[in-house]
């Protein structure tokens, strides 16, 4: 370059020499000047050489002029070239600068487009681009035209070709001014690239040609939409590639091929490479998104009509059905029914490869107009990070009375109040609840406020975040989490090519869906949810005791709970743990708002009137707590302490009513959702504090919400024992009456092997059994059942230790213990039942079943009630005449005896009170021999003479009061009329009543509870 040999600080040189050295030194210009160059002739210097530049480039001159005058900007301030303290960099700077400046407004809209879209791709330093855009956007149609022929080149992009140069670029143009902040949002951008225009290609009709489901914009939004462009990137979407692009796509790469028997190790470091690049696309939408909502009102309404224009069209997602191959969701059933369709002889051959099905989910998205699965996990990835600043104090303000809002719809979809002939979403209050709840909302000032109002946003994006989990997040982690890895896991020796891709689509969704970030973004939403939760549940009071529920929580949809329940167990980590640290999404949780919550829940039917959702809350709450003992810690301190156990008894008597299905005849989901509620109660009963809040509870204002959950778990526990052995019985049966049929050979589904006789009738032409999955496994299902019963006569047992006083002062529920359970079981155990189940010890060892431990506790549960009242123990089961036998109770002492199974003084104990209750049961069987009893003195169900004689108000029918009583706790059903009854509504036979303890007197029958005319 001209200028190099010459040493510009050379102090015997005049200043003006040393000023035009400096000069030429950081212009370089093409051609040496003409004259000495100055800073006060620089500026004319610049501008022949801007002419000379236009003339020689023509179309791209302007560009030319651009470069060679940033050239000169950045060379002036790089060290080495000129000193950086010589005073004449900022007049050299303002020269170029009035240059460029000049130049640029005496062109053409067009051409300033043109030439700035092509520096911006150069180093042009920030200060001159800044102020070229600057003045580029006084021209109206300028913006609209630069911020498009910018963001047009990344409509394609994904994961492994994000052109973030091209991204780059439009971040400096959005910076420069809010003039293109506003242009991107405003016409022509907003309808071109923004938010376009959307009719609905695809419409379903029904029979009666009526419209019931047509095409949303989701799909449209993220193939031709800034920032569907934005999103699209993901690892997960790789059959959305062009076969010929397929190797780019991180499914499609070699090195995610043959993952099956890869090192742990291996898959970290893919894993943690998908991270590192999906974290990348989702910065970008987070640095894009920050800019457009600091940009004022228009901005940000943009921005929230994008993101609620997404969530509506994914709301199809989020729901049961569409079962895949002939819908779109993988995740129902667990991806049971695709692992049927890919091993079923019926299904094509097209149809028969899990790749094939996840191009149909992509055509399905197409047609649907839903985001793929990649798109809306990004999209909800920026919802958390939109979240993020939002404290947990906030909570407090979240409203749900903004779902109430008519003019939401727009914004949160099926969760706004509906047209009254559309169908509202499922919300925790009834219909005058919410009604109630609409009344009290628009009497709050914020209801009248403008939609789009500022003070709106973190109740907008609070409310956008909680339906995004149900319908962006859930069914990308449940399609992982449940579908994928459980189909890698049943064909891995079947089928090794559709294992290796669910194994493969399963680790690409890991590594995003537990990306540490990811995690802690997603515990803070779940945390501020649960807070909010806690706040209106209370009505912004004290949690416990559990106060009636506020106008916010009958508002507030009931998937806000049911989704975060769902995550809690997607996420929660299935390997035991040998330190039991808190793990992955548990990490960032406060176990105090969440434990809270869910006990709020499980205690109070005027919170959550479903049963089966209150029984998921407490499956959830004992699955963290015996996961994580600083969880348990929590049930031990203040205020959980206290209220525990009531919650629990109040959540064990809820789900009474839970069903699964029609076809759920042997109440499995009912026994289920009990059994952490049992093992609960064990752990809390190992504490003094708990065992104290126990016998205050049932002693005062919880006797009879315990005395209801004691008769529904001795029915329990008698159902689940007859279950189990009655299967144990068919079992046999049928196997000795097809001895010669090959039942074990017949392929087994999903579920695993049955062992039921499959006929030829039930049988394809390729042998396939059509019934597969419907078959019973009679060894499994008396497994669980007999599991189940053990579990319940546990807690029954652990219950009649600490309650047995309680339990002796109940008669009604003491006579049904003793009878239907006790007494019966021993017949079952000991007395000639147990010869017909034919079953050998080691297939009682494979079932689970122990009689031993179940003959002890039987043994030790009569000498925990006779230690209160022998006496009327000895009474009640004196009067039972279909179990109870001396020889029964005979066998069961030597059995006890025999394997050592109480200790010496128990031994002791027990033997007295068989001998005391045969003489017992001798006396009054002689008694009532002699008596003819009026057959009006009898009760109606039992037959037996009637000590408390009450009328069913609705079926006039006349039964003993414990006989009533023991029928409402159970079902509170009148069980002659089927219809609805409580204990205070049964009738007093008073005059009845008289009579037979009359009666009684005279002919010395011992009644329960007493004679009313004894002294």
Known sequence: ALGEDIQPMDAKRPKEEVEHALLVKVLQPAQPPQGKLSLESVGEFLESEAGRLLSQHGAKGLEEVFLFLAKGWRRSEEGGVVPSSWSGIPPLQEAILTVALTQLITVSSEDKVRSLSAILETPVPSRLMNELLSAASEDESVPAQLLISVARPLQGRHLNESRSGQFGKLLRVLRASKTYQLALVSSPCFEEIFKPAFEPKFVWRNQKKEVYMQQRPGNMLQTRSLLGWILSPSALDGATMPTSQAHLSEAGAGEWQGLQRATRQRVEGLQHGTQMKVAGVQSQAAELVDILLRAGDAPRTAVL???????????????????????????????????????????????????????????????????????????????????????????????????????????????????????????????????????????????????????????????????????????????????????????????????????????????????????????????????????????????????????????????????????????????????????????????????????????????????????????ILHRLCTAFPAWMDKLNQEPLRQHMVPCLVNVFIAVEKAIMSYYDLSYRLKYELRVPVMELFELCLQHEEHRHVLTAFVRGSGNDRFLKLLTQLINDTNSQTEEAIRTVKDYHQKKDEEASAAASSSAPGPGGQHDEQVTDDDQTDGGEDVYRRSRMNYKEHAKKYFSLACRTWKTLWLLCKHCATTIVEGHSLLEQLLHTSLDAQLHFLVGPEMKNIKASPQEYDELGFNPKEWVKQIAEMFLFLTRVNPEEVARIVAKDERYYSQANFQKAYNFVRKYGLLNDSELVEFNKFIKDLGERVEQQRSAMDQVDIPAEYLCEMMADIMSDPVQFPQSKKIVDRWVAVRQIMGKDLDPYANTPVKVEDLIPMTELKEEIHRFAKDKSITLEGGNMFDN
């Open 305 to 619: 009509q994008w993101l609620g224009a997404m969530i509506m069209a994914a709301e199809p997602r989020g729901k049961q059905g569409h079962v895949a191959p002939e819908g779109f969701n993988f995740w129902p059933q667990q991806g049971n029914h695709v692992i049927d369709v890919l091993g079923n002889d019926q299904t094509t051959p097209f149809e028969k490869k899990l790749k094939n099905l996840l191009l149909i989910q992509a055509l399905h998205a197409k047609m649907h107009g839903f985001p793929t699965s990649g798109c809306a996990l990004n999209t909800f990835t920026l919802l958390l990070h939109l979240f993020k600043p939002i404290k947990s104090d906030a909570a407090a303000s979240f409203s749900s009375f903004f779902l109430l809002r008519r003019d939401t719809v727009e914004l949160m979809g099926s969760w706004a109040r509906q047209e009254k002939d559309s169908k509202n979403e499922a919300r925790f209050g009834e219909t005058e609840q919410f009604e109630a709840a609409l009344q009290v909302a628009e009497s709050d000032p914020s209801f009248s406020a403008a939609v789009w109002d500022k003070s709106h946003f973190k109740n907008q994006i609070f409310w956008l975040a909680t339906k995004g989990v149900g319908v962006l997040l859930l069914p990308v982690v449940k399609e992982a989490f449940h579908c994928m890895q459980n189909i890698a896991g049943h064909l891995v020796e079947k089928d090794r090519d559709n294992a290796d891709v669910a194994w493969r689509e399963f680790l690409i969704a890991e590594a995003t869906l537990k990306e540490p970030v990811f995690l802690e973004r997603l515990g803070h939403l779940i945390n501020l949810t649960f807070h909010f939760l806690k706040h209106a549940a209370a009505g912004a009071g004290e949690a416990f005791p559990t106060p009636a529920p506020s106008a916010l929580w009958h508002a507030c949809p009931s998937a806000v709970l049911e989704n975060t329940l769902d995550l809690l167990d997607l996420y929660r980590d299935r390997q035991k743990r040998a330190n039991n640290m808190v793990t992955g999404l548990f990490v960032y949780l406060d176990p105090v708002p969440v434990l809270t919550t869910l006990c709020v829940v499980m205690a109070s039917d005027e919170h959550v009137r479903d049963p089966s959702l209150r029984g998921r809350a407490v499956k």
